[in-house]
């Protein structure tokens, strides 16, 4: 059984830094992809970052050169360095799992959500 297992939010002051962890475990299949989402009250649920099996990263527009994603493929454990955090960063950042299961089917799992809160 797969599971995600995320740390390292908190409340934090404009201008501040945190990182994020997320760690997999359980399950056999192949991992495609690991991701950070996040959802702000009232909101939809936004990607934030993402990196693939290669290493290849995607960001958002509003985090591009404040957060930086990384991967210990040995661990199953993927990181959201974020700095010079803004109020409208705070959100519930979710951990993303793509795994490749049998015949090719992507199956997709999701942590518990941490709570980052950026505030003065």
């Known amino acids: 059984q797969v599971q995600l297992v995320e740390s390292g939010g908190g409340v934090v002051q404009p201008g501040g830094s945190l990182r994020l962890s997320c760690a997999a475990s359980?399950?056999?299949?192949?991992?495609?992809?690991m991701g950070w989402y996040r959802q702000a009250p009232g909101k939809q649920r936004e990607l934030v970052s993402s990196i693939n099996n290669v290493g290849s990263t995607n960001y958002a527009d509003s985090v591009k050169g404040r957060f930086t994603i990384s991967r210990d493929n040995a661990e199953n454990t993927v990181y959201l360095q974020m700095i010079s955090l803004k109020p409208e960063d705070t959100a519930v950042y979710y951990c993303?799992?793509?795994?490749?299961?049998?015949?090719?089917?992507?199956?997709?799992?999701w942590g518990q959500g941490t709570q980052v809160t950026v505030s003065s």
């Open positions: 993303k799992l793509e795994k490749i299961e049998s015949r090719g089917v992507i199956r997709t799992y």
């Open positions: 359980g399950g056999a299949s192949p991992i495609k992809s």
